[in-house]
């Protein structure tokens, strides 16, 4: 079974603090993605990669970057943690092949809250 | 702007009744798409997908039926259980930009025992 594993289940942070989120898969899958969940909103994309040390910017990447430095580990950064960046992060990944077949396999997820 | 939407936030169903939960989308590029159940504190799971070349998947309880010039697809819990009892997102995506996929709100399901 895909196993993707993010390093933190809940996170406090203070106003302008950087904070690091880490996510580790362990299917040899090209690309991997950064969500975030808030209610009414669904999930939205943050950034993806599909290829060590390429990325892509989702639909909401202001405030945040990313780094792929090793085929299974994806790294969310915020460099100045703001209150509005309290969420729910999931980490998702997914074999590449088919263009848009295959499902996303996520994390459990890290629950942000910021001061 | 949301291309994909989930327009019942909640559904209660009884036991052993059939759910079904919808999604509307406007995009008419979508050509797969995806159901996901997501427990609290937990990340999504993948349910069942479909492929715009078929109107209907089924596998065990759930069946996806997928309406291309309503632009709709409903997701069949038949018979429903309490565990069944979660959110669930539908999600979309295009064949040219096929990393990119996009979530609907979701819909909370409470199955009543």
């Known amino acids: 079974d895909v196993k993707v594993t993010q390093s933190s289940r809940y996170l406090v942070k203070r106003t302008g603090e950087k904070v690091f989120l880490e996510c580790v898969q362990d299917?040899?899958?090209?690309?991997m993605f950064w969500y975030r969940q808030d209610p009414g909103l669904g999930l939205r994309l943050i950034y993806f990669s599909y290829d060590v040390k390429m990325k892509e910017k989702g639909d909401i990447p202001e405030g945040y970057s990313v780094s792929r430095e090793k085929k299974e580990r994806f790294s969310l950064i915020l460099e100045s943690a703001s209150t509005n960046q309290t969420s729910m992060y999931l980490c998702?990944?997914?074999?590449?092949?088919?263009?848009?077949?295959?499902?996303?396999?996520f994390g459990e997820g890290s629950r942000l809250t910021v001061l | 702007d949301q291309q994909v939407k989930q327009n019942s936030p909640s559904l209660s169903v009884q036991e052993g009744r059939i759910s079904i939960l919808n999604c509307d989308y406007t995009?008419?590029?979508?050509?797969?798409f995806l159901w996901y159940k997501k427990y609290p504190a937990e990340g999504p799971t993948f349910l069942i997908s479909?492929?715009?070349?078929?109107d209907k998947n089924e596998d065990g309880r759930f069946t996806v039926f997928l309406n291309k010039s309503a632009k709709h697809l409903s997701l069949h819990i038949v018979p429903s259980q309490p565990g069944d009892s979660a959110v669930y997102f539908c999600?979309?995506?295009?064949?040219?930009?096929?990393?990119?996929?996009?979530f609907g709100t979701g819909t909370s399901l409470t199955v009543i025992p």
């Open positions: 299917m040899d899958h090209e690309n």
């Open positions: 998702a990944s997914r074999l590449a092949g088919n263009q848009n077949t295959g499902e996303l396999f």
């Open positions: 999600a979309a995506s295009r064949w040219d930009t096929g990393n990119q996929f996009y």
């Open positions: 995009n008419s590029m979508f050509d797969y």
């Open positions: 479909i492929s715009s070349i078929k």
